[in-house]
C-alpha cells in the first residue's frame, strides 16, 4: 500500500536524523544539536499529523494535501500508525529533556502525551482514541453512524464555503482524486461492518 510505504520511509528517515541528536552525549556540542534535533522532531511530527490527517491540512492552508484522505479505519494503516506512534515515542524517550526550554517541554509532553493515547487507541479495544479524526469508540468496527462520521463529514468539504477549495482545475482534479480515496473508506467501512 502506498501509504504504508511512504509512513515506514518517513519512520526510518526521522528515525535516524533525530535519534542522534536526542541521545545524552558528554561533548559541548550536545546543546545546540540537540536543540535543533527536538526542533526538528516537533516539525517531522507535525508533518505526519499532517500527512494521517489531510483534511486537516486541508483546513490549514496546505494544499499539497487536497487531493488525499487517509483510509484511517483500514488495518494496513493502524498497523502503520502503530510503528509510527512506537519509532516517535523510542524518539521522545531518547531526548535530554533538561536541553528543553519551558516552552520546549510543555510541547514535547504534549506530543508525547498524544503519542501515547493514540497508540493506546489503536492496540486497545477499550479506549477512546481510534480515529485521527474523531475521539469516538472504535470507530474501525462501526465507522458510520446516523449522527456523526466520517461520511457526514466529508460531504461537507465540498459545499459552498466548505474546507476543499474550488478556485481552479488543478482543485476539481484534487476533489476527483479525493472522491476516489473515500470510495476506498466507504469499500473499508462496509467490510469492516
Same mark, same amino acid.
Given at each position: 500500500?502506498?501509504?504504508?510505504?511512504?509512513? $515506514? @520511509?518517513?519512520?526510518?528517515?526521522?528515525? $535516524?536524523?533525530?535519534?542522534?541528536?536526542?541521545?545524552?552525549?558528554? !561533548?559541548?556540542?550536545?546543546?545546540?544539536?540537540?536543540? $535543533?534535533?527536538?526542533?526538528?522532531?516537533?516539525?517531522?511530527?507535525?508533518?505526519?499529523? &499532517?500527512?494521517?490527517?489531510?483534511?486537516?491540512?486541508?483546513?490549514?492552508?496546505?494544499?499539497?494535501?487536497?487531493?488525499?484522505?487517509?483510509?484511517?479505519?483500514?488495518?494496513?494503516?493502524?498497523?502503520?500508525?502503530?510503528?509510527?506512534?512506537?519509532?516517535? @515515542?523510542? &524518539?521522545?524517550?531518547?531526548?535530554?529533556?533538561? &536541553?528543553?526550554?519551558? !516552552?520546549?517541554?510543555?510541547?514535547? +509532553?504534549?506530543?508525547?502525551?498524544?503519542? =501515547?493515547?493514540?497508540?493506546?487507541?489503536?492496540?486497545?479495544?477499550?479506549? &477512546?482514541?481510534?480515529? *485521527?479524526?474523531?475521539?469516538? *469508540?472504535?470507530?474501525?468496527?462501526?465507522?458510520?453512524?446516523?449522527?456523526? !462520521?466520517?461520511?457526514?463529514?466529508?460531504?461537507?468539504?465540498?459545499?459552498?464555503?466548505?474546507?476543499? *477549495?474550488?478556485?481552479?482545475? +488543478?482543485?476539481? =482534479?484534487?476533489? @476527483?482524486?479525493?472522491?476516489?480515496?473515500? @470510495?476506498?473508506?466507504?469499500?473499508?467501512?462496509?467490510?469492516?461492518?
Amino acid at each position: 500500500m502506498k501509504f504504508s510505504k511512504i509512513l $515506514v @520511509l518517513i519512520s526510518f528517515v526521522t528515525f $535516524v536524523l533525530v535519534l542522534d541528536g536526542c541521545q545524552e552525549q558528554k !561533548s559541548n556540542e550536545t546543546s545546540s544539536i540537540s536543540t $535543533v534535533a527536538i526542533d526538528s522532531l516537533f516539525e517531522a511530527y507535525h508533518q505526519f499529523k &499532517l500527512r494521517i490527517n489531510p483534511l486537516a491540512g486541508t483546513r490549514a492552508g496546505f494544499n499539497e494535501y487536497n487531493s488525499v484522505i487517509v483510509n484511517y479505519i483500514s488495518k494496513d494503516v493502524q498497523s502503520d500508525l502503530v510503528v509510527q506512534y512506537t519509532n516517535f @515515542l523510542e &524518539l521522545i524517550n531518547s531526548c535530554d529533556l533538561s &536541553l528543553l526550554n519551558e !516552552s520546549q517541554l510543555l510541547s514535547f +509532553k504534549v506530543m508525547q502525551w498524544d503519542c =501515547e493515547i493514540n497508540r493506546e487507541g489503536l492496540t486497545s479495544a477499550m479506549t &477512546l482514541v481510534t480515529s *485521527p479524526l474523531f475521539n469516538m *469508540p472504535d470507530v474501525t468496527l462501526m465507522p458510520i453512524a446516523q449522527i456523526a !462520521s466520517f461520511h457526514l463529514y466529508f460531504t461537507r468539504l465540498a459545499d459552498v464555503g466548505g474546507e476543499q *477549495p474550488f478556485k481552479n482545475t +488543478k482543485d476539481y =482534479e484534487n476533489w @476527483l482524486l479525493r472522491i476516489d480515496d473515500f @470510495l476506498i473508506w466507504l469499500k473499508t467501512a462496509q467490510s469492516n461492518m
